[in-house]
């Protein structure tokens, strides 16, 4: 009697529990071709436009820049009026113009609304062109953001990014000291 249970529990074991006729499945993988959008061509002109309607044009290829500025250093401070930080960076910078008015050109890019910008521009003692074209400067700010590797979903500022002869040199992300940007500007110039 055991033998005929044991035999009959193998019986089941081997063939299964499967009713005649039907399929047996597989695990073979079925593919759907699913169709993607074509990707969004990369942005590499921008129009950068002042509270005054003075204009630059910038063409970004890789981490190469390209605009109408005649300086040999070109230096982009991305920015909001809010931020403490960049509150402490920009009066560096100005000192940086004011230092190396023949060598360098700097671009302020507003991220926020322009609404304070005139009383930002006079307290920090600004004298170089912002941008107050907040729909372009953060195209331009995710492109360039993107380049650096930074997260362009937080867009931690300030970012100042330096150009020597329209290639990249070196970037600073957070408030950096004048002595640093100078001397980063003395070996761009090969003081």
């Not at 019986?11 to 593919?31: H, M, P, R």
């Not at 921008?46 to 309607?53: A, Q």
């Not at 982009?76 to 931020?83: H, P, Q, V």
């Not at 671009?107 to 521009?121: T, V």
């Amino acid at each position: 009697m055991r033998l005929g249970i044991l035999l009959l529990t193998a019986l089941l074991i081997i063939t299964g529990c499967q009713k005649k006729g039907t399929k047996k499945e597989t695990n073979a993988t079925v593919q759907k071709s699913v169709v993607k959008p074509a990707p969004k061509p990369i942005q590499k002109d921008f129009i950068l436009k002042d509270m005054n309607g003075k204009s630059v044009s910038l063409h970004i290829e890789d981490k190469t820049i390209d605009s109408n500025a005649s300086k040999k250093i070109t230096m982009f401070f991305f920015f909001t009026t809010w931020c403490p930080s960049c509150k402490a960076e920009a009066p560096e910078l100005a000192k940086v113009l004011k230092t190396h008015p023949h060598n360098v050109q700097i671009f302020g890019i507003l991220l926020d609304k322009p609404n304070n910008i005139e009383k930002f521009l006079t307290l920090e003692g600004v004298k170089f062109f912002v941008s107050t074209n907040y729909e372009e400067n953060n195209r331009l700010a995710k492109r360039i953001y993107a380049q650096m590797h930074i997260s362009t979903r937080d867009m931690p500022i300030p970012l100042v990014v330096m150009y020597v002869d329209g290639k990249y040199f070196i970037h600073y992300l957070g408030a950096a000291p004048f002595e640093m940007i100078e001397s980063d500007i003395k070996n761009a110039l090969g003081e």
